[in-house]
């Protein structure tokens, strides 16, 4: 075996392939040939789009699971630790099974050489194998036809919304990358789509591939009631399962989570015929999915503090609207910090006016960004006298927690690395 310790081993596939990011499956799927595996499991449910794939990956696991499914999760990024990437009914694989799944792809290598995305994919697609899940629900990562979990042919794809994010890769508008999007659909299977205003390229590419398109606002829906919720087919649907009523609220927060959890209904059903998910599974899995992240609330010394990955202008806009639903709280600070790579003007425009003070913070890394460049990003678009440029992101909570005086909120949002951080410093804190 090369390494003994998953670090040693994280640490090695960051420097293996000469690109972070390589789009393409020839190499990946060559690998996933040598090492002999079939499929992580009987029914396989691929997750893409911009923004909503983690929460549609959490409430798909949590309902298959409490109808007695054996289902496996693969997600990422992480937030804490690598283990979050991969679930086996419901818990978060050992450092010791990483390390042997990694040893089996490193050993059919062959020369290849896979990226650190790839090198994990590998490894989640042969520990849900070996663990015999009956369901794998599998996240794509930032794009869709050449990321690396495309290499399987999944039984229902569900494509989230559009938005514009990694566009280096994806292309520069709401088209381009929705075409890329749709790559993760199959001829004459079924294909989910939750985007409200599906791009036509979406549309024409799912028409050109085959694959039996479902749209939310034509296909299914739902309706708010008195109580919750309610889920159902449009008219001219062609499932049996037609609706789902007496629904309550996720515990998820955010107005939005009702789309992701409407697309998780529509692909159970288009499945009917293979899973069976009776309406109390989907109760538990509403009430039971949680992801640290996204919209997490917290309580420290009677400030409100809110931790969410918001990194792009769609997710930000969401963000907006989540907060509106919340009791106002002042003051209302911002903690912010980003990849170089994003658009930062994008991602602050739907909140310029929400925060009374901006703390803008550097993060670590080779796409690093500091506090005072977002600020000269932003400038414009909030007062310079409403904007604090700091070092890192612990100068930059210091000062929030401080400027709240125990009354008021602080929003920390950005990067996966922005909300751990925090999240580790919190933690601290809170001791």
């Given amino acids: 075996m090369r390494f003994n310790t998953l670090a040693d081993w994280l640490a090695w596939q960051e420097t293996l392939h000469a690109k972070s990011i390589d789009l393409g499956l020839d190499r990946i799927r060559d690998v996933y040939s040598r090492m002999g595996l079939a499929r992580p499991a009987p029914v396989v449910i691929t997750v893409g789009g911009t923004n909503g794939k983690g929460s549609c990956v959490a409430f798909l696991d949590h309902m298959l699971r409490a109808a007695g499914y054996r289902a496996g999760a693969y997600t990422s990024p992480h937030l804490l630790t690598y283990n979050e990437r991969i679930t086996l009914d419901g818990r978060q694989v050992a450092d010791g099974e990483l390390v042997g799944a990694f040893d089996r792809v490193d050993r059919a290598l062959g020369g290849v050489t896979l990226t650190y995305f ?9 520990l849900m194998e070996r663990n015999e899940m009956e369901v794998a629900v599998l996240e794509v990562g930032l794009g869709g036809r050449l990321d690396a979990v495309n290499i399987i042919d999944a039984d229902c794809a569900l494509v989230t919304t559009i938005g514009l994010d990694h566009m280096d890769w994806l292309g520069p508008n709401r088209e381009s990358i929705a075409r890329e999007k749709a790559g993760i659909m199959r001829k004459g299977r079924p294909a989910v789509c939750g985007d409200r205003d599906p791009p ?4 024409a590419e799912a028409e050109r591939i085959g694959a039996d398109l479902h749209l939310i606002g034509r296909d299914f829906d739902y309706r708010r009631t008195r109580d919750g919720w309610a889920w159902q087919h449009t008219v001219g649907a062609r499932l049996r399962a037609t609706r789902r009523m007496g629904l309550l609220k996720p515990t998820m927060p955010g107005a939005y989570q009702l789309d992701n959890a409407a697309c998780c209904l529509e692909v159970l059903a288009c499945l009917e015929d293979r899973l069976n998910v009776p309406d109390d599974a989907v109760a538990e899995g509403l009430r039971r999915a949680v992801l640290p992240g996204r919209l ?10 809110i931790l969410d990955v918001a990194h792009n202008p769609q997710a930000a806009a969401s963000l907006d609207s989540a907060l509106d639903e919340l009791p ?5 600070v911002a903690v912010f910090a980003q990849l170089a790579d994003k658009d930062h003007r994008g991602v602050v425009e739907p909140l310029k006016k929400r925060f009374d003070h901006w703390y803008l913070a550097g993060v670590d890394g080779p796409r690093a960004c500091s506090g005072a460049e977002l600020a000269h990003d932003i400038a414009g678009l909030v007062p310079t006298d409403q904007v604090t440029a700091c070092p890192d992101v612990a100068q930059a909570l210091g000062l929030a927690l401080s400027g709240t005086d125990g009354a008021g909120r602080v929003v920390i949002f950005g990067s996966f690395r922005t909300v751990e951080i925090a999240a580790g410093l919190l933690k601290r804190h809170a001791r």
Avoid: M
């Fill in 118 to 126: 790839e090198f994990g994919t590998l490894a989640a697609f042969d």
């Fill in 200 to 203: 036509h390229t979406l549309l």
């Fill in 296 to 305: 997490q609330r917290l309580e420290l010394n009677g400030v409100d503090i």
């Fill in 328 to 332: 106002e709280r002042r003051p209302q």
